[in-house]
């Protein structure tokens, strides 16, 4: 059974970047898409990027475009979301998940990490 486990948020100021990273235990990992998600104070969870089992294949919202970069690495059972040009507004609980297939499907993720906490300050 896959567990995934996120780090790497923090705060930092408005124009800064993290990387978040989601460590997932299980020999499966590789099989399976991955998604990173946020949930804002008093908003409901979001979509922000996901990456096809061989990450060949990525998608974003269009509010990150640009600016945020997922990717994968399954020597390492690792997805990544390196964030760059942070906003304010991307302040939230940042989330890993498990796609159930090995191609993207946004709706599709049935394993969810505990979250990352990243405050933007302006």
């Known amino acids: 059974q896959v567990q995934l486990v996120e780090s790497g948020g923090g705060l930092v100021q408005a124009g800064g970047s993290l990387r978040l990273s989601c460590a997932a235990s299980g020999r499966t990992f590789s099989d399976y898409a991955m998604g990173w998600f946020r949930q804002a104070p008093g908003k409901e969870r979001e979509f922000v990027a996901a990456?096809?089992?061989?990450?060949?294949?990525?998608d974003y919202a269009d509010s990150v475009k640009g600016r945020f970069t997922i990717s994968r690495d399954n020597a390492k059972n690792t997805v990544y979301l390196q964030m760059n040009s942070l906003k304010p507004e991307d302040t939230a609980i940042y989330y890993c998940a498990k796609g159930r297939y090995s191609h993207i499907e946004l709706k599709a993720h049935d394993l969810w990490g505990q979250g990352t906490q990243v405050i933007v300050s302006s």
């Open positions: 990456i096809s089992w061989s990450g060949r294949s990525t």
